[in-house]
Nanobody, 116 residues
Framework: QVQLVESGGGLVQPGGSLRLSCAAS????????MSWYRQAPGKERELVAA????????NYANSVKGRFTISRDNAKNTVYLFMNSLKPEDTAVYYC?????????WGQGTQVTVSS
């Protein structure tokens, strides 16, 4: 059974930091590209950050460049999103995504709220 379980969301003040984790099981994690998406109320889901199977270079949305970092630990079947200098506009449900065409899996999401 495939599972992607996100954790680490919560309420944080502007300027604060959070680390999201996504634990994967039920598929060969190291063979999948991993990404983080987010969806704010009333908006479409958008790509935040993505990393290929072996790690290394990552791609980021312009809105989070320099503030967010994606990393993966293939030994632990886990992908992370380190979020710094958080802004109210970062408030959203954050989703973990795994892709190896034609297969794609999603987590259930974790809420991040940035507010004073």
């Amino acid at each position: 059974q495939v599972q992607l379980v996100e954790s680490g969301g919560g309420l944080v003040q502007p300027g604060g930091s959070l680390r999201l984790s996504c634990a994967a099981s039920g598929f060969t994690f190291s063979s999948y590209a991993m990404s983080w998406y987010r969806q704010a109320p009333g908006k479409e889901r958008e790509l935040v950050a993505a990393m290929a199977t072996a790690g290394g270079n990552a791609n980021y949305a312009n809105s989070v460049k320099g503030r967010f970092t994606i990393s993966r630990d293939n030994a632990k079947n886990t992908v992370y999103l380190f979020m710094n200098s958080l802004k109210p506009e970062d408030t959203a449900v954050y989703y973990c995504n795994a892709v190896r065409v034609p297969k794609e899996y999603w987590g259930q999401g974790t809420q991040v709220t940035v507010s004073s």
